[in-house]
């Protein structure tokens, strides 16, 4: 079965210094037919205006993983990591027993990401912190493999059951994911137009999949589209 979660269906909030759509459940918006999907509990799709962040701030017992589609911004956290996050960087964290961090944009252009929060296999794990650039060409009509229970393909290792895949899609290609029974999907778009099992997708829009065997996600003809798949348990 698949179910769509569109874009224009999200909660959105816009603070002037970020613009900000919630797919589950975040803050201030609440929508109980969407607090969560499996272990996935947060998909924010952000937009940080120049010169403006994230001042330090808490979590814990949370797989924490940053997207960035375009821009930079700049990390620092308690545990003394410290660095800029790029396009086409990936970070992730585990909150665990509690970590500080802030997130400045101190750039002259604004940054847009992903943000994703995944419930951690167990609570009151010990922080740490990973982040990797992965390339264009590393995605260009395949799933290439960015987070992972156990790291396969030098992959970002999260405290979850699951596997997430980015691709970028382009000229009629078609890729296809095979879940093992009992395991379910979703996926975001972000960027493009999609196919996916003849249901269309487009910028921003969700897809949960459950008790489906394979999924075949089809790249438009003309362009390209990019989008994140996750595999979860």
């Given at each position: 079965m698949l179910t769509l979660r569109p874009s224009n269906e999200r909660g959105h909030i816009d603070h002037g210094w970020l613009n900000t759509y919630h797919t589950f459940s975040f803050a201030d918006y609440h929508d109980p037919a969407n607090v969560h999907f499996r272990s996935l509990r947060v998909i924010n799709e952000d937009r940080i205006a120049a010169?403006?962040?994230f001042g330090m701030h808490p979590h814990r017992d949370m797989e924490i993983i940053t997207y960035i589609i375009s821009g930079a911004l700049e990390h620092k956290d308690?545990?003394?990591?410290?660095?800029?996050?790029?396009?086409?960087?990936?970070?992730?964290?585990?909150?665990?027993?509690?970590?500080?961090?802030?997130?400045?944009?101190?750039?002259?252009?604004?940054v847009h990401l992903l943000q994703i929060w995944m419930f951690p296999e167990?609570?009151?794990?010990?922080?740490?912190?990973?982040?990797?650039?992965?390339?264009?060409?590393?995605?260009?009509?395949?799933?290439?493999?960015?987070?992972?229970?156990?790291?396969?393909?030098?992959?970002?290792?999260?405290?979850?059951?699951?596997?997430?895949?980015?691709?970028?899609?382009?000229?009629?290609?078609?890729?296809?994911?095979?879940?093992?029974?009992?395991?379910g999907g979703f996926l975001q778009m972000v960027r493009g137009t999609?196919?996916?099992?003849?249901?269309?997708?487009?910028?921003?829009?969700?897809?949960?999949?459950?008790?489906e065997h394979d999924v075949n996600i089809t790249a438009p003809q003309n362009g390209e589209a990019e989008f994140l798949l996750f595999d979860l348990a």
């Open positions: 010169g403006r962040g308690s545990m003394g990591n410290s660095g800029i996050i790029a396009a086409g960087d990936v970070q992730r964290m585990t909150a665990g027993t509690g970590i500080v961090h802030s997130e400045f944009n101190g750039s002259k252009e604004s167990r609570h009151n794990l010990t922080p740490s912190y990973e982040q990797r650039t992965f390339h264009d060409q590393d995605k260009r009509n395949t799933f290439c493999r960015i987070a992972s229970h156990d790291g396969q393909n030098d992959s970002l290792i999260i405290n979850q059951d699951a596997s997430v895949y980015a691709s970028i899609v382009s000229d009629g290609a078609v890729l296809k994911h095979h879940f093992i029974a009992g395991r999609v196919s996916v099992n003849d249901q269309k997708l487009h910028h921003g829009d969700g897809l949960m999949v459950e008790d």
